[in-house]
Structures are given as C-alpha cells and as structure tokens.
C-alpha cells in the first residue's frame, strides 16, 4: 500500500495546493515540479531510510569516550537527503533554496518520517537554520544558516537542562561577556557559557562538519546573579568547532563536551545527549567556557526561540502523524493476509468452513477504520497548518495575519492531538497482530516505542494544553478562536447543503458551541487555577472537535470526486469519526465546564 495516493488526495484535491504557483515566490512551479520533488523523496525514503530502520533501532549510537559512532546507513541517509536540497526546499534561491511551498515541503517530509523517523535529524537543522535567517545577523545567517541548508553542518536545539527540564524558567547555564570588545565580534557579541544542558537530540555525530548548537543561557546582572523567570533567558550560537568569519574551521573545538548518551525507548537512531557546556575539557585560548554568539537582543533569547519551538511542535505532529501510518499500513497488510477465525452465523460457527481472513470480522475492521480515521486526519491537519504558513509568507496582508492567528491557536493541537491518538492507533496495530505484535519479527511494536516519545517531545500534554486554554484562545480578544469558529462554520454551511453530510454538519456545529460554552465556562471565575486544573480534557475535546472539522471538510472534497474505493474509504472514515470520537467530547468538556477540582486539590499523602 502506498502513501502518495493520500498525499496527492490532499495536496491537490483537497488544498488545491497547484494554485500557489499563481503567487509571485512560486511562480516557476507547477504541479510538475511538486511531483517531481516528491517523487524524490519518495525514492529516496523508500531506498535509504526503510531498509535500515530496524537496523538503527537495534545497533543504537555509541560513545566510546571520545566519539559516538553510528551505523554506515545513517550516514548514508544523511548524504542522501542533503544532496536532495530538502534542507533548503523552501529557501530562497539566492541562497541555494527552492522557493518550494512549505505544503509541499512538508508532504515531502512525511516521507522520511514514514520511512525510519529516527534516522535523520533534518528537521532540527532546518529548524534551527529557520531561525538563524529569521534573528540572526548577516554574518550569522552567512557563517552558520547557509552551511546548515548545504548540509555542511547540522544544529540542535538546546534547551532543557538536568534540573530543569520543561522549566525554562530555572535553567542555570550562564553566559559571561568574553573579554574586551567582546561586543565587537564579527559574528556577534562574543561569551562564554558554562552549564549542562539534557535530551538534545543529535547533539553529537560525525554526520557533518560541524554541528551549531543554539543554547538558551541567562545573562548575570551586574552583582553576579541570574535574573528569575524566562525574561532573562538570551540564545547564543554555540558551535561544535570554532570557525572563521567565511564559515572555514579554525583547527579549534569549542568547550563543547558530550558527557553520555540517554538511551530511550524508541528514536533509537537520533543520538540523544547530555552536553556540558564550559567544563574545560577542550579549553579555548587556555580558558575553560564554551564560546557563544548572541542571537538577537540580551534576555529576548526566548522568543527568538519561539520561532524553532513552535517550527519544531508541527514537525513533531507530522513525525507522529507518520508512525501511526506507519503502523496502520503494517497492519492492514496483516489483516489482509492473516487467516483465522469463522463467521458467525444464525447457526453459530462452522468448524469445516475454511478459515477468513481477519479484515473480514467486524472488530478488526473497526480497529483498522480507526487508525486510518486518527492518521489521515492527523496528515490533513499537518498539511493545512503547512498551507497555513504559505498563507502567512506569501498571502495578502489581511489573509497572512489570519493564519498567523490561527497557527497561533493551532500548532498545541498538531503538536498534541496525533502524539495521543497517533500513538493509540499504533496500540490498535499491535493489536491487530495479535500476539505477533509484541515481537521484533514484526515492526509494529518499534513503531509504538518510537511513537511514545512525542507526547514529550516539544513539550509536554500537559504544557500544550495550558498552552492553549491560559493563552491562545484568549490571545488578541480571543480574535483566534473566532477566526478557527468562522472556518468551521463555513465548512458546516457547505456540508449542510449535501444530504449525505448534513447531520455530520450539525454534530460539529453542536461540538463547536459545546466548545465554545466550555471556554467560557472554564474562565467565569477569572481565577487560573480554576480553569487549567483540567486543561488537558480541554485541549482533548478541543482537539477531537478540530480534527471533526478537518474531516468534515476532506470529505467535501472526496463527496465531490468520482466514485472509488479511495472516496468510499475516506468517507468511511469520517463516519467513523463523528460516530464512534466525537460523541467523547461531552466527557472531557463536563469537568472543563464545572470546573472540577478533583485532581487539582486531592491531598499529597491521599495518593
């Protein structure tokens, strides 16, 4: 079974994505163009990534005090998929990119993160490239960025720390100005930090050249202290090895140290790594403290760092998005070839009877209905949030500060939603294995272990949701939660019209006002506590209400297609949706709406 008839499904028929190249920034494209883009990255996926991705799971990078090695085929991904241009696709041309929408990017994407989401780290290097080209200088953007799009160096994101963790508030890692005319640094305000920084993926590898890490670290005030709270945070480029003002390495390391590798359940081809940052053991000019350039404004470090984070949060929704689909095409190919079982019929089972296969009883089917309902769903909300980010870059004034607001209100639910139901659909696929599930002779259970890590990755459930309800719905008058109501009830309008869609119509203009009630209900006290004691119930029905929208608006598209057994699967799976997930919604919202408190003040010894 392939993924491109999906992808295509969605890109062009449901996104109309080919009209881009109507707009100045695409016009050199067509769709044949954006076909020939995917169509590489398919083979390459398909060729370089798949093969191996058991192989990566079970041969994990290792240290030997002085470098981590990892297996040749990593190695050869990595050239693979930089010698394609994806790490630029969507950069200018001046500068070695594509001018590729970030909607075909991302489909792009979907399939390496299909294929083995371990094995690369492109979307941290990109990412962190993103940034530099956004709050970097000149020369930043020259030195570090442009060598990370060609695939010369990598970058990391470095953020949480051993004591802190999600707490960005309490990371320690200090930055002190680096000697006289530190300031006059060519490639920016010159310091030196020293501290420990924890789970940076990718954070040490013979990949690249080079790997420019970006750290966030505190500024001391002038009596030596660190100032409390995120408002202190600055970011700084931090690279592997020291190089010049043309990007050329110097012949000196940074006092950049890997201290161990954290081994986890699943990602078990990313090096994951504890770094110390200053410890002295590769000291520059006989000094100990790792040499950083200051990105932006002193104690703005975090919203520069925004622009990765929330980058990075869609990026962790597709990778979860794909190893759910991941797991549901494995196990619909079991279904289809797995004999076991008899009918039930009025007169019970017939023993002689041959055997069925499993896709023939009901159960089954609805395991896998399920999975497809939760996957393709997650692929659509990916893709419209990356058509959102066109909008954003290339639409008309009005149209681009829409979708800014509404990835604003957005990026909690692609980060969220496909890291809990994508998981369970890859549960579902264990399942349909039966005892073959749980063994290494079958790839289901890599893909649960790799799926279990993105409910943390970029941030908690818990933090997203939060996220969501303390902020983003309230944000600008609540002008983003009225912009996403307005969609989906354009989307109803047009529904209502159609028999075969109406009352899916009116349960989501009925989960909307439900949602809607619930937001107001959650705030009527004005009191925080009161309202984020259940934020993520919050966040869930929200979520399932979001994704009922976007099935509701992929099925007008497939209503309108030629019958198929691809129209009749997508339509199937809407149903499936609406009866079997967005009933849900009425339990989570109960306890957002009362405003419960029963987690919230049960007592530490009641446990």
């Known amino acids: 079974m392939s993924l491109r008839p999906t992808i295509d499904f969605l890109l062009y028929d449901w996104l109309a994505t080919e009209g881009l190249n109507q707009r100045e920034r695409f016009a050199d494209h067509s769709r044949e163009t954006f076909d020939a883009v995917l169509d590489t990255c398919e083979r390459i996926a398909r060729e370089k990534y798949a093969p191996f991705n058991r192989l990566v799971d079970t041969q994990e990078p290792h240290f030997d005090g002085e470098k981590v090695t990892l297996p040749q085929a990593t190695h050869d991904a990595h050239k693979a998929y930089a010698e394609s241009g994806m790490l630029s696709a969507a950069q200018d041309y001046g500068v070695g990119g594509m001018q590729l929408p970030y909607t075909v990017e991302s489909a792009s994407n979907a399939f390496f993160a299909m294929a083995s989401v371990s094995i690369g780290s492109g979307m941290l290097t990109t990412g962190n490239a993103n940034l530099l080209m956004k709050h970097g200088t000149e020369a930043q953007q020259r030195v570090f960025a442009l060598n990370e799009f060609s695939g010369r160096f990598s970058g990391t994101m470095c953020l949480s720390e051993p004591q802190a963790g999600s707490s960005l508030s309490d990371v320690v890692t200090r930055a002190v100005p680096d000697g006289e005319g530190f300031e006059a640094d060519p490639l920016g305000p010159r310091y030196r930090l020293k501290g420990n920084k924890m789970w940076i993926s990718a954070g040490e590898h013979e990949l690249t050249e080079n790997i420019i890490h970006l750290v966030l670290a505190k500024i001391p005030d002038s009596d030596g202290k660190l100032v409390p709270g995120t408002r202190g945070i600055s970011l700084f480029i931090v690279p592997k090895k020291l190089v010049d003002t043309e990007g050329q390495p110097t012949g000196e390391r940074n006092d950049v140290a890997l201290a161990g590798l954290n081994h986890k359940c699943g990602w078990r081809g990313t090096t994951n790594t504890l770094l110390n940052f200053g410890e002295g053991k590769y000291p520059v000019n006989g000094e100990a403290g790792a040499i950083g350039y200051l990105v932006g404004q002193p104690g703005k470090g975090l919203h520069c760092m925004f622009h990765m984070m929330n980058e990075a949060r869609i990026g962790v929704g597709m990778a979860a998005t794909m190893l759910g689909m991941a797991g549901y095409h494995a196990s619909l190919d079991y279904a289809k070839n797995r004999p076991q079982g008899r009918p039930v019929s009025t007169g019970g089972k017939d023993a002689a009877a041959p055997q069925v296969r499993i896709i023939e009883h009901a159960d089954v089917k609805r395991m896998l ?3 497809k309902s939760y996957c393709e769903g997650a692929l659509a909300l990916e893709l419209y949030c990356a058509r959102l980010v066109d909008e954003q870059h290339t639409g008309a004034a009005d149209v681009a ?12 639910i692609a980060k969220s939603w496909p890291s809990e139901w994508c998981l369970e659909a890859n549960s579902l696929a264990i ?11 079958f790839p289901v259970e890599q ?5 279990r890590l993105n409910m943390i990755h970029e941030g908690t459930h818990g933090i997203q949701a939060m996220d969501l309800l303390g902020r983003k719905v309230l944000m600008e008058n609540g002008k983003g939660l009225q912009l996403l109501a307005g969609r989906i009830n354009t989307t109803i309008e047009r529904a209502i019209q159609q028999p075969e869609l109406a009352a899916h119509a009116n349960a989501l203009g009925a989960a909307l006002a439900q949602v809607g009630a619930a937001t107001k209900a959650a705030w009527a006290t004005g009191n925080p506590q009161d309202a984020l004691a259940n934020a993520v119930p919050y966040m869930q029905a929200f979520g399932h209400t979001v994704l009922a929208w976007i099935w509701l608006d992929v099925a007008l598209a ?3 297609a030629a019958d ?8 199937s ?4 949706f609406f009866n079997y997930e967005l009933p849900k919604i009425g339990a989570w919202l109960q306890v957002v709406s009362s405003r419960d408190q029963t987690c919230a003040n049960l007592p530490e010894e009641a446990f």
């Open 573 to 576: 799976a809407m149903r499936f």
């Open 369 to 371: 209905l399920a999975q």
């Open 431 to 441: 399942q349909v294995h039966g005892g073959y599930g749980y063994t290494r002779d």
């Open 401 to 412: 500060d829409d979708a800014r607001l509404l990835l604003e209100v957005l990026t909690p």
């Open 558 to 560: 497939a209503h309108a």
């Open 447 to 451: 893909y649960w272990r790799d799926n």
């Open 564 to 571: 198929s057994p691809a129209r009749t699967g997508r339509l």
